[in-house]
């Protein structure tokens, strides 16, 4: 099963947009019309064995990352964060005091960024712990930013550092951006955004996709977490890790010159390549040999 | 784990109702204010092994379930569906095939009701295939109609036959209560509706619970399925079994009696008993004599 693959099938299957749904499946936030307002609604899962390792990080952990990536989504659209329900797929038997932390994660992400836990489910099985979270935000402004945006000649930007989550943990108790992307928009006008959850490969894949453009990244200018740089291959992981949870945009060359000298977000934010006409993403090495990023094979490095 | 114990004590742990939220977790949906119009929200899981064999009844069916059930749920509030997102964690491996035969289940159930999937999250792993849905959908009318208004006195009314929907299969291809609901709001002043998923017994159970009242039901007036006729104990099939997608629901005891009599559903109508002051709900037995019905029990039975 490929998911992408399976993601576009869908997709092939109805035009939805119209009078209700402003936009369907692909985004990292559909986006409705309710009551003369838009409505952004994304959904995402986190399994034990696969997002966390709950006898390793316990139920608290999990509720949390479980809640942020979806936050993080809502923070990829410039989004406020309205309200959220959650199920749980509970082992068999599982304490009490497990459950109770489990919602306790999810509340401290929530918290934290205004939004409620409403509603939810909880079912018991024989398997590992399955956490699901259905977020609700209101988008930034008249038009919900979206992915496709990007257009030649604009600057590629990113929030934070990149690589290396799983081995520090940072995927379990990373700062969704919504404060940053929100701050951003005031800032700058940006084209298209994504938040880094697949990879900066596979994600600017995804932007470029969706947009009909191409990319070409500086590799001397993507920002190198401390944990990427302690591994053998510090640009690989930046760029196939995954789960950064940081912000990937197109702007206008001048906006993002602006961006880079002035700094206004509480996070850094780099400039790291170009949007091009081109089909296809490459890599301009620090000996300035242009290599293609294949989003793949960054991927399924590890 | 008990899941109503869990669910009480996470309504403990904060009162959201508020600006933006009219009615947190606890009720069929939460609600939500939106752009001067409420908002429902229901979130739902359906796990192979628990609410469906995958071997046996295939994807579709699996789909059909996981959607109709959040259908049902907006049934439960006299809701109209709006659209909804749905998470696939598949085993890994799982065909393409099968993953388009779960999708094109949830179509099946949400086109028949005009409700779109606008997005979702597909994740594979090495257990069992575990869906979830969550629901949009616009209320009846101005306020919610809830689980919480019966008021002493009214007449409890179901729609439709209860008992055996595991033994004839129904609980994968029930039509969700949608067109039933909101016609019956236009026939008659409701004051507490519910779907039966748990059972009978459990689900006014949860009814008298959110309305601070008791009830008492006439064994005899109690519509059993053919499937619950065909079992060794019917009326406990009926209390007990769970997942018939049927309405229950309360009104004055003259709406109730011209309901029964009009008919006016495109299901049958049954009134099946009283709310009362008690702390307890009772049963009527075809000799007259009365037992108490413990919801717990009759849940555990099997």
């Given at each position: 099963m490929d998911e992408f693959a399976f993601i576009d099938w869908i997709r092939r299957q109805t035009a939805l947009e119209g009078d209700r749904i402003a936009v369907g499946p692909g985004d990292d936030c559909a986006v409705m019309r309710i009551g003369g307002e838009l409505l952004l609604v994304t959904t995402d899962q986190c399994a034990d064995g696969v997002h966390f390792v709950l006898d390793a990080c316990g139920g608290e952990a999990a509720g949390y990352k479980v809640m942020a990536r979806s936050l993080s989504d809502i923070a990829?659209?410039?989004?406020?964060?309205?309200?959220?329900?959650?199920?749980?797929?509970?082992?068999?038997?599982?304490?009490?005091?497990?459950?109770?932390?489990?919602y306790r994660g999810l509340r401290r992400a929530g918290d934290a960024l205004g939004c409620p836990v409403i509603g939810g489910d909880v079912a018991a099985w024989?398997?590992?712990?399955l956490l699901t979270v259905t977020m609700l935000g209101k988008p930034a402004g008249e038009?919900?930013?979206?992915?496709?945006?990007?257009?030649?000649?604009d600057a590629v930007c990113v929030t934070g550092e990149l690589g290396g989550s799983l081995e520090s943990g940072r995927h379990l108790n990373?700062?969704?951006?919504?404060?940053?992307?929100?701050?951003?928009?005031?800032?700058?006008?940006v084209h298209a955004m994504i938040d880094i959850s697949d990879g900066l490969a596979a994600d600017l894949g995804h932007l470029c996709r969706a947009g009909g453009v191409g990319a070409e990244l500086d590799a001397g200018a993507i920002p190198l977490s401390a944990a990427a740089r302690q591994g053998h291959d510090p640009l690989s992981a930046a760029l196939g890790d995954g789960e950064d949870y940081e912000l990937l945009f197109t702007l206008t060359d001048d906006d993002a010159r602006n961006l880079v000298t002035n700094q206004p977000l509480p996070v850094p934010v780099?400039?790291?390549?170009?949007?091009?006409?081109?089909?296809?993403?490459?890599?301009i090495g620090?000996?300035?040999?242009?290599?293609?990023?294949?989003?793949?094979g960054w991927r399924h490095r590890t």
């Open positions: 990829a659209m410039a989004g406020e964060p309205l309200a959220a329900v959650a199920t749980v797929a509970a082992t068999r038997g599982m304490a009490e005091a497990q459950l109770q932390a489990i024989d398997h590992p712990l038009a919900p930013l979206l992915r496709s945006g990007a257009k030649v000649g990373f700062t969704p951006r919504i404060a940053e992307a929100r701050e951003l928009i005031t800032q700058a006008d780099s400039r790291i390549g170009r949007i091009t006409a081109a089909d296809s993403m490459t890599l620090p000996d300035g040999k242009v290599v293609p990023i294949d989003q793949c």
